[in-house]
């Protein structure tokens, strides 16, 4: 198997702090509500000491089998030239297909991961912001009313500061999270000392009479359980800001070790004092250092929430870069790093999300409910493009990937099934979530499709016009035109409708293709032909980590001998309304749907970076 060296970077002190700060912000939070949740659904008649034991169990395993085993040895070594996350696990799966309906399967496969993810990122903020502010509770009964108000002010400050982008709050992550797992372990060590016999939880046989005793019962301790575990998929996907190794190392040395001390001193902390059950996170705290605890916890899940936003923006970039949504505004929000960047339009849906769920829900244990099914959707999405990249990139033996993924994938199943049985207490928030994303996209990628062929359709060959150029007595006028077209062997509808129109055709004119790739970053930018003197065509490519900047690259031509003066050019695009065919391909509802995302779309010129008043629009209809 080999990797990119992107993925194999070295292992440094920054780079480990980093990691603390940026990756594992998520997972370290969860500690906050998972294992109350999970004993929660057992504590009507009290909890006896082998739950406790057994909810523990199960907390433990599923951090080794589910983080450890399947993201951290295996699924991190699945990179797409160093990009990790489920759309760049789609985009590798999809090379690897040997048909095309198999790469539509990948493809649905990626949709669905990618429209669960937005679920989890709207849902993520809510409960971990909550669920710190909680602990002003337990400091004073008093503090009750005036959760949800300081949660939400929180959480619209986070989003209103969004625009300054993450360079200036990620100095200060790293060392927060630090000092954030140093804390929950010391505090969970010191409760186990106390209390040793819960140690007995680390042998699986625990879990085993757990789910035994309760069988069906057990799902929905299991719905609960997958809460200790979210935040899996981040390590995966932020592999491309850090590199394997060290994300890899700080788990195994540092979080893991602080995450299972905190939980195991929770649950010795509930075999001494069964009522600490109200919140025995803060509870571990003596007296004095919960306040100073409060404001941690606070932080760090406002690192978590950050850390959560910033992935929805680098998603929602890669959707569009793969042709899954319209374009949306991207803005840069550093000029050395380009994995920084600001979605307008992505950051509001989701504070509008955010600021719904905490007003509907307004505690943790409500919003814990609607938490795991977005997270174990995506983990089930993810364990089936592994297997498929393992086998078919990698060339595992079809057992060995059935040995390895297989128990892996029961376990995920088992996961997703135990959340959905959550659907009526709040499940349902997630899964709504999925399913409008999900038609959004699914509609937009098939509108394009159909669009793209009724361009082939209509369109003529750019070969069998260039040829024909010298004997149509076309009159040429000074200037550039570039003429923005999807189908660089067909003669764009924009030159047709200026020649039928103006019956006049610049002196260079440039056809120019936008391609993005499968791949996160392309090292071959531009590929230039010429079709004819003064004529070019010009195709450039970009992964679904990059941003286009068309202006700039056009200047760059001149390193190979075409001379591009920009207030010389004139930008020729097509804008195409779209009508229903006399037999519509589409259902009448999802070409309303598609027309309504091609109108909201972030216009082309802003998108390609195109200067506004060197643009002309040609407007076409197009049936489809």
């Known amino acids: 198997m080999s990797h990119s060296p992107a993925a194999e970077r070295p292992v440094t002190l920054a780079a480990l702090i980093g990691v603390l700060g940026i990756v594992y ?45 399947k993201y951290v040895i295996f699924v991190l070594r699945a990179d797409n030239r160093g990009e990790g996350g489920i759309l760049a696990l789609m985009a590798l799966a999809q090379r690897h297909a040997r048909t095309p309906r198999g790469r539509w399967m990948v493809a ?17 903020p809510a409960i971990s912001v909550l669920s710190a502010v909680e602990g002003l509770k337990v400091i004073s009964p008093h503090f009750e009313e005036a959760v949800v108000p300081i949660a939400l002010g929180i959480l619209i400050a986070l989003f209103l500061v969004q625009w300054r982008g993450t360079a200036t709050m990620g100095k200060v992550f790293g060392p927060i ?35 035994g005793y309760y069988k069906l019962a057990a799902f929905i301790a299991f719905g609960s359980v997958v809460l200790a575990v979210t935040g899996a998929e981040a390590l995966y996907a932020d592999m491309g800001h850090f590199g394997r190794k060290p994300i890899q190392l700080a788990w195994v040395a540092f979080v893991l070790p602080a995450l299972a001390l905190n939980y195991f001193g929770q649950g010795a902390l509930l075999l001494s004092e069964p009522e600490s059950i109200e919140n025995p996170f803060f509870l571990l705290a003596p007296d004095w250092l919960r306040l100073p605890l409060v404001i941690l ?3 760090a899940t406002i690192i978590a929430s950050q850390a959560m936003i910033s992935g929805a923006f680098s998603i929602a970039r890669q959707c569009v870069q793969l042709g899954f949504v319209p ?30 769920l905490v007003l509907e829900f307004k505690n943790s244990d409500s919003l814990a409910a609607a938490y795991g099914l977005a997270v174990t959707g995506t983990f089930l999405a993810t364990s089936c493009l592994a297997m498929l990249v393992f086998r078919r990139a990698y060339g595992w033996p ?25 659907i009526p207490e709040g499940g349902y928030v997630p899964l709504l979530l999925g399913i409008a994303t999900f038609t959004l996209m699914l509609t937009w990628r098939q509108g394009r499709d159909l669009l793209f062929a009724r361009f082939r359709q209509d369109s003529l060959p750019l070969k069998s016009f260039i040829a024909r150029l010298p004997q149509s007595r076309t009159i040429r006028v000074p200037g550039i035109a570039v003429f923005m077209t999807g189908q660089a062997d067909l003669v764009p509808g924009a030159l047709l409708h200026n020649l039928k129109h103006n019956k006049v055709l610049h002196e260079r004119v440039l056809f120019v293709t936008v391609i993005n790739e499968d791949i996160p970053r392309v090292e071959q930018r531009r590929e230039v032909t010429e079709l004819a003197p003064d ?25 190979i001998g075409i001379a591009f003066e920009p207030m010389q ?54 049936a489809i």
């Open 25 to 69: 912000g998520d997972i370290g939070t969860s500690p906050l509500y998972a294992l109350r949740a999970a004993l929660l659904h057992f504590s009507a008649d009290g909890i006896e000491r082998w739950e406790i034991l057994g909810i523990l169990s199960l907390i433990f395993w599923s951090l080794i089998l589910t983080v450890t085993v």
């Open 569 to 622: 050019a004139s930008y020729f695009l097509g804008r195409e309304t779209v009508v229903a065919a006399a037999v519509p391909k589409m259902p009448r509802w999802r070409q309303w749907i598609f027309t309504l995302l091609s109108r909201n779309a972030v216009p082309a010129t802003e998108f390609f970076r195109i200067p506004s008043d060197r643009v002309v629009e040609l407007g076409v209809r197009v």
């Open 297 to 299: 916890a606070t932080a």
């Open 327 to 356: 374009r949306l505004e991207v803005r840069h929000t550093s000029d050395t790093e380009q994995g920084q960047i600001y979605m307008p339009q992505v950051n509001m849906m989701l504070l509008i999300g955010v600021i719904i």
């Open 535 to 559: 004529i070019h065509r010009v195709i450039l490519r970009y992964g679904f980590q990059e941003s286009p900047h068309i202006p700039r690259e056009l200047e760059a031509l001149r390193d």
């Open 108 to 124: 649905v496969l990626g949709i669905i991961g990618a429209s669960l993810f937005f679920g989890d990122g709207i849902i993520t």
């Open 398 to 422: 079809l057992m060995l990937v059935i040995a390895v993924f297989g128990p892996l994938l029961l376990l995920d199943l088992a996961y997703f099934i135990s959340t959905a049985l959550k």
């Open 177 to 211: 999270c630090a000092l954030w797992f140093g804390t929950i372990g010391l505090l969970g060590l010191i409760e186990v000392i106390k209390e040793p016999e819960v140690l007995a939880a680390l042998s699986p046989h625990h879990a085993i009479t757990f789910c």
